[in-house]
């Protein structure tokens, strides 16, 4: 039998403040830390692909043909998940039983955003200020969406990579805004408010603190924004993303702040980029409050970034207790994956 103090750290479950649900780490299992030798693995891309439906100049399902652009390019997409022309959902239809099963207009506006012109390039390898130029090109989005009188609520985000059912390189994000407010940001609200109840001090201020002092598992930092893999990750790498000074949405951001925002999001991606000496694959979302007029001023919007590798090759399957449960449970502690990427010297 094995001691128990040799599993110290590396098995124990913890709480997940912002979901307000439990993390199990069971490293102790079957992880052993990878340390064998990998080659580059960046697939070549041309910079221009006449088959690409978001290269400049080429036609896409719609029939309507992209423009030449030189910058950011921002389009309607031509097979919206959410649209404000979807279908209406006639009254007699709306509630059943009872109203025990509901159903709704699929309400919202969908869009596509491309980083750059060129087919071959990451948002991890624009140059700083083209990948400032996003977050502002969002901004402008959020500004939008905020005066937006159907829209409450906008999801930004980005599937990096085949492993995450992206079979189209070109560098791009999508803009998801509905009528209902996205679940993961409900949980934050939800827990922000009880935060705030319970110790009356900001939750995301604290969490921030929390990994200054403890350090070990931040992986960039400047004046404006700092990156961690959380105590509480629930996937190897996970990496959250803040703008230092507390902001509901990117809307109320200056250009300084974006910035740093960029710059602090270009470092994780490129460490994420060395380690692996791949592109590394990721979903990665904006967590933003509401955009229904209501008073958010104690949420603080962040960056999500979920890599689905727990090592070059070796995806973590959602299984059983993730899609059967709702629970995550991780073969690798936090620390151990953060210190992976502190040793990355760009
Ligand atoms: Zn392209």
């Given at each position: 039998m094995q001691n128990d103090k040799a599993y110290k750290g590396q098995w124990e479950k913890r709480w997940h403040p912002l979901r307000r649900e439990w993390v199990v780490y069971a490293a102790h299992r079957n992880y052993r830390p990878w340390n064998f030798d990998i080659k580059e693995n960046k697939p070549v891309f041309p910079e221009y692909d006449p088959e690409c439906y978001l290269c400049p100049g080429n036609t896409r399902v719609s029939g309507l043909v992209n423009p030449d652009y030189k910058d950011v390019f921002i389009f309607d997409n031509?097979?919206?998940?959410?649209?404000?022309?979807s279908p209406v959902i006639d009254e007699s239809l709306a509630l059943l039983h009872n109203g025990l099963y509901k159903r709704s207009k699929a309400e919202g506006i969908a869009r596509v955003l491309c980083y750059d012109p060129r087919h071959n390039v990451t948002l991890s390898d624009v140059s700083r200020e083209q990948a400032a130029k996003v977050f502002q090109a969002l901004r402008s989005e959020m500004i939008f969406f905020l005066k937006h009188?159907?829209?409450k609520s906008v999801l930004i985000f980005e599937n990096k990579g085949e492993i995450v059912g992206v079979s189209n390189p070109h560098p791009h994000c999508q803009i998801y805004s509905t009528d209902f407010v996205f679940n993961v940001v409900q949980k934050e609200l939800l827990a922000t408010e009880q935060y705030r109840k319970e110790k009356k001090q900001n939750i995301f201020q604290n969490i921030i603190e929390a990994e200054q002092k403890d350090e070990i598992r931040i992986i960039a930092e400047n004046k404006n924004a700092i990156a961690f893999v959380p105590f509480f990750a629930r996937f190897a790498y996970e990496t959250y993303v803040f703008p230092k000074k507390r902001h509901?949405?990117?809307?109320?951001?200056?250009d300084e702040e974006l910035f740093g925002l960029a710059e602090v999001f270009q470092t994780v991606t490129k460490k994420f980029d060395a380690n692996f000496k791949s592109s590394f694959p990721y979903v990665m979302a904006f967590a933003q409050a509401p955009v229904d007029a209501g008073n958010y001023e104690d949420y603080h919007m962040h960056l999500i970034i979920c890599p689905p590798l727990r090592q070059p090759g070796l995806p973590k399957f959602l299984a059983g207790p993730e899609t059967g449960a709702d629970t995550f449970m991780a073969d690798t502690m936090p620390e151990e994956k953060a210190a992976e990427l502190r040793k990355i010297i760009l």
């Open positions: 031509d097979h919206p998940v959410v649209g404000l022309h009188d159907k829209i509901a949405t990117l809307a109320t951001m200056n």
